[in-house]
Nanobody, 123 residues
Framework: VELQASGGGLVQSGGSLRLSCAAS????????IGWFRQTPGKAREFVAVTGSGRPTYYSDSVKGRFILSRDTAKKTVYLQMNSLKPEDTAVYYCTGRAGWHIRFGAENEYNYWGQGTQVTVSS
């Protein structure tokens, strides 16, 4: 399984960005996929995740501002990030696993990781 992330960049506070993550090597139908983010010196932080037939879950810090959507035909998820804040600045990592796990917010429950994409929000 490979995850290819794209879409990061520099944006002003209050702006929007959309990240994409395309999966290959998986049927995708039973694949939980989402995003974590990481800032220097800190552990990766859960952002959002979606699974086939499951609700989409968000961290409290992004709930109401970020939207995670899933295009099964394209095996791609999109993270629409609105009302961005400087504290959203991080490297964003796409991640996935076969099947769902109740500990969906735990980094070590995911088997597959894409390359990170930098998101920088200026104040």
């Amino acid at each position: 399984v490979e995850l290819q992330a794209s879409g990061g960049g520099l944006v002003q506070s209050g702006g929007s960005l959309r990240l994409s993550c395309a999966a290959s090597g998986t049927t995708f139908s039973n694949f939980a996929i989402g995003w974590f983010r990481q800032t220097p010196g800190k552990a990766r932080e859960f952002v959002a995740v979606t699974g086939s037939g499951r609700p989409t879950y968000y961290s409290d810090s992004v709930k109401g501002r970020f939207i995670l959507s899933r295009d099964t035909a394209k095996k791609t998820v999109y993270l629409q990030m609105n009302s961005l804040k400087p504290e959203d600045t991080a490297v964003y990592y796409c991640t996935g696993r076969a099947g769902w796990h109740i500990r969906f917010g735990a980094e070590n429950e995911y088997n597959y990781w894409g390359q990170g994409t930098q998101v920088t929000v200026s104040s």
